[in-house]
Nanobody, 129 residues
């Protein structure tokens, strides 16, 4: 049973930073594309960043480019999302997800939530003054 658990969310003021963590078990996170998504109240789930298996490439939605950075720490089987210069519009529940597939597709990023089939429960990020 694949498990993903997010942590690191909280309440911050505009301009501040947070680092979200996504800890995976029991699979080896380095071999899979891991995506970060967010969902604000009344809005659809949005893919914001992804790192492909073996760190070949990464993807960011335009609204977070230059502010967010996705990275992986294989020794801890964890993927991070460093979020800087946070804005009120970044307020949402943040989820990490994996493409739990047998084929090579498991290593490829996709901005579509439908491409991912293993999800964490989410962590709340609130940006407010």
């Amino acid at each position: 049973q694949v498990q993903l658990v997010e942590s690191g969310g909280g309440l911050v003021q505009p301009g501040e930073s947070l680092r979200l963590s996504c800890e995976a078990s029991p699979f080896t996170v380095n071999n899979y594309a891991i995506g970060w998504f967010r969902q604000a109240p009344g809005k659809e789930r949005e893919g914001i960043a992804c790192i492909s298996g073996r760190d070949i490439s990464s993807y960011y939605v335009d609204s977070v480019k230059g502010r967010f950075t996705i990275s992986r720490e294989p020794a801890k089987n964890t993927v991070y999302l460093q979020m800087n210069s946070l804005k009120p519009e970044d307020t949402a529940v943040y989820f990490c997800a994996a493409r739990n597939l047998e084929s090579f597709l498991r290593r490829l990023c996709s901005p579509a939530s439908e491409a991912f089939n293993s999800w964490g429960p989410g962590t709340q990020v609130t940006v407010s003054s």
